[in-house]
């Protein structure tokens, strides 16, 4: 059974820092490609947020260019996402995306997520 738990989200000031974590299980890690959206409410798109392929490309979306850093550590079947220089407008649910994909790729309706709340 596939499993991605994330974990890491708070509250925090702008400007602060935040490290989301995603413990996954349940197939090949290795062979996985693997990202981060967020969703600001239900009602809104599922954006990417950035990814981390299984051949080591990676890629940001602009407006978290310079701030986040996704890595993945392969023996821990895990992925991170850095978050600095936080602004309120990061404030979301947080998905992170791995193995087989859900039905659509509806990442944000696949995890229970972890929540960013950034205050100004």
């Known amino acids: 059974e596939v499993m991605l738990v994330e974990s890491g989200g708070g509250s925090v000031q702008g400007g602060g820092s935040l490290r989301l974590s995603c413990r996954t299980d349940g197939f090949d890690f290795d062979d996985s490609d693997t990202a981060w959206y967020r969703q600001t409410s239900p009602r809104n798109k599922c954006d990417l947020v950035a990814?981390?392929?299984?051949?080591?490309?990676?890629y940001y979306a602009d407006y978290v260019k310079g701030r986040f850093t996704i890595s993945r550590d392969n023996a821990r079947n895990t992925v991170y996402l850095q978050m600095n220089s936080l602004k309120p407008e990061d404030t979301a649910v947080y998905f992170c995306?791995?193995?087989?994909?859900?039905?659509?790729?509806?990442?944000?309706?696949y995890g229970q997520g972890t929540q960013v709340t950034v205050s100004s």
């Open positions: 990814d981390f392929s299984s051949e080591g490309r990676i």
């Open positions: 995306a791995a193995g087989p994909p859900p039905p659509e790729e509806k990442w944000c309706e």
